[in-house]
């Protein structure tokens, strides 16, 4: 017997059970040397399951291997494998890489069973991959914050309620992120059998979703205060589509936690229907079933984001596509060019050549791509998505229609406008034409041209622009600052669409805050296609503008430190500012 366990099981016996597959494997190497071809590793744990039409069939393949002894072994992927069911003689291939537990083991250059050592030599060369140190102090606030949560909500306090603590984004499925985005989840069960106090007080606020959301908010602070506190900078509470919950740490780790409260719905956790609405969990999890092989869906991703964020082209509240959209592009390119994965040593060996092949055709692709007319889908639009749709207004939105796989089928690029969508479109254009001008025939030719696309310089501002409204934001320490600016970031959507839609204006934002003053000060620009008189003189813009500016007026937190100023600008004034000597700026 093998049992197979999910990540949450590998720390207590991983010690022992690499040491009996080992030694399962030096034996099987005696009696098979033929079969023994991997050099590079000492050993590749693996199970295999067939399913067989007849008795007959299943008898003349079983293994004569017995195994006196049932031992465990911790299993990261399940392969799913596949060959022609009228061809017995055609050799099996690997059609899907399903990953086993909540979060993907983290790509980089010690990865064993991965991508090809040269492959992850490049990645680690142009410091792409994420240092043990950083996904350390990440996993590390996350088992804290878990611990914390579990001291409150448990089996012994609650009886009618669960809850789910769990990790999405880009520590979920293993790539470099900045933050650690996690959800917290509480779910209302059918059963009210031996209700609880805990149970009673949120069935009595369940009729009032603020009040219960507010409730469970102030819940979670008291226990990151309480148990925390010494390990903090500041803690604050964020008013989005869901509450969040916003933590630095004092190592600089940040920490976002979504609160979702799921009432009156009679499926458990493990119910897949009830899994579709938890935010950013379910999502992730289909496109990496999508993608066939996630560890070159993580590298192609990784890739991708580091470009866009270079070019300025990265951030929903900027305008640009998200991270999640970004990971539906690269999810299509996987699933429809990657080559037929032979083996897993095919995995082990996927080359520099296959990997620019991945990234030439992502930028063919969606350079040519119709976005102003049409939505980008994964799979195609079926009666459900389409009567969903319908429905949810926020579908419609934004000029980058990227349709999630998941239901409700929303629309992941709804942040972006017309003027940032042929900004990004103008991003992928710029690629091909570098892709002309250089040679992309040996191996070296492609990885400097993937060196190269990486090193491409930010457009901001562009070359058509003439003039930029800039912002500084003032306060007296980094903690008010960033107060300051998250406030600024969530007034920035309707400006830069009423600067669109009611002022007939293209604009390009920045992707990025520059701080300085050890920062306590920190300036964000737009850029737009008139020049600055025209600019100022326009009636429509001078309105918007100052309706957005009243927005921080209206702030309930302010405090007195905090100040903002602004100013309209040409482009050459502002390029000569940024050559006279200043404090340093740091970009974020």
């Known amino acids: 017997m093998i049992n197979i366990l999910e990540s949450s099981d590998v720390n207590d016996i991983c010690g022992h059970s690499i040491k009996y597959v080992k030694q399962l494997h030096e034996q099987l190497k005696k009696l098979f040397p033929q079969c023994s071809k991997n050099n590079r590793y000492s050993y590749n744990p693996s199970m295999i399951i067939a399913q067989f039409d007849n008795q007959e069939k299943r008898n003349e393949a079983k293994s004569s291997l017995v195994l006196n002894e049932s031992f465990e072994f911790p299993v990261e992927y399940i392969y799913i494998l596949q060959r022609s069911h009228d061809n017995d003689t055609t050799p099996f291939h690997i059609t899907y890489q399903l990953p086993l537990g909540p979060i993907l083991q983290p790509i980089n250059s010690k990865q064993l069973n991965c991508v090809d050592i040269k492959l992850q030599q490049f990645f680690q060369t142009m410091n792409l991959y994420e240092t043990s140190e950083s996904y350390k102090r990440k996993q590390d606030k996350f088992e804290k914050l878990s611990s914390c949560f579990e001291q409150m909500f448990n089996q012994d306090t609650l009886h009618c309620f669960t809850h789910l603590f769990l990790p999405y984004g880009s520590f979920r499925i293993g790539i470099n992120g900045e933050d650690l985005d996690t959800v917290f989840v509480l779910h209302e069960l059918k059963s009210r059998n031996n209700e609880t106090s805990f149970d009673e007080t949120l069935h009595q606020l369940k009729h009032d979703s603020t009040a219960l959301t507010n409730h469970i908010v102030n819940l979670l602070i008291t226990q990151i205060e309480g148990n925390l506190k010494d390990e903090i900078v500041y803690y604050r509470k964020i008013e989005a589509l869901f509450p969040i919950i916003s933590i630095l740490f004092n190592d600089q780790t940040k920490v976002e936690i979504f609160v979702q409260i799921e009432i009156n719905k009679e499926q458990s956790l493990n119910d897949s229907k009830s899994q579709e609405s938890l935010h950013g969990i379910h999502d992730i999890e289909r496109l990496l079933i999508y993608v066939r092989c996630p560890p070159i869906f993580q590298h192609l991703l990784t890739f991708i984001r580091t470009w866009a964020q270079h070019v300025g082209l990265y951030g929903q509240v900027y305008g640009y596509l998200?991270?999640?959209?970004?990971?539906?592009?690269?999810?299509?390119?996987?699933?429809?060019?990657l080559s037929p994965i032979k083996s897993l040593s095919s995995i082990e060996h996927f080359s520099i050549d296959e990997f620019f092949s991945l990234v030439q055709q992502f930028f063919t692709t969606f350079a040519k791509f119709n976005w102003s007319s049409q939505p980008f889908r994964l799979y195609s639009k079926s009666y459900k998505q389409k009567t969903l749709s319908e429905k949810l207004s926020v579908h419609n939105r934004g000029a980058m229609r990227i349709i999630s796989p998941s239901p409700p089928y929303n629309n992941t690029g709804r942040s972006t406008i017309n003027s940032t969508r042929d900004f990004i479109i103008q991003g992928f254009q710029r690629v091909l034409q570098l892709f002309d001008t250089i040679n992309t025939i040996t191996l070296e030719d492609k990885i400097n041209a993937l060196k190269q696309i990486?090193?491409?310089?930010?457009?901001?501002?562009?070359?058509?622009?003439?003039?930029l409204v800039q912002l500084t934001l003032t306060s007296v320490n980094s903690s008010e600052l960033d107060e300051w600016i998250g406030w600024m970031k969530s007034r920035l959507a309707h400006f830069i669409n009423d600067c669109e839609e009611e002022c007939h204006l293209v604009i390009q934002t920045q992707n990025s805050i520059e701080y300085r003053l050890n920062n306590t000060e920190a300036l964000y620009s737009i850029a737009f296609q008139l020049d600055p008189q025209t600019l100022i003189q326009h009636r429509n813009f001078s309105c918007w503008l100052n309706q957005f500016l009243d927005q921080f007026n209206l702030y309930p937190n302010r405090k007195e430190t905090m100040k903002i100023t602004h100013k309209i600008i040409s482009i050459h004034d502002w390029k000569l500012e940024r050559m006279q000597p200043k404090p340093q700026r740091i970009r974020k």
């Open 322 to 337: 998200g991270g999640y959209s970004w990971a539906i592009l690269c999810a299509y390119i996987c699933h429809t060019y």
């Open 454 to 467: 990486l090193e491409l310089n930010n457009d901001f501002p562009n070359e058509k622009t003439k003039s």
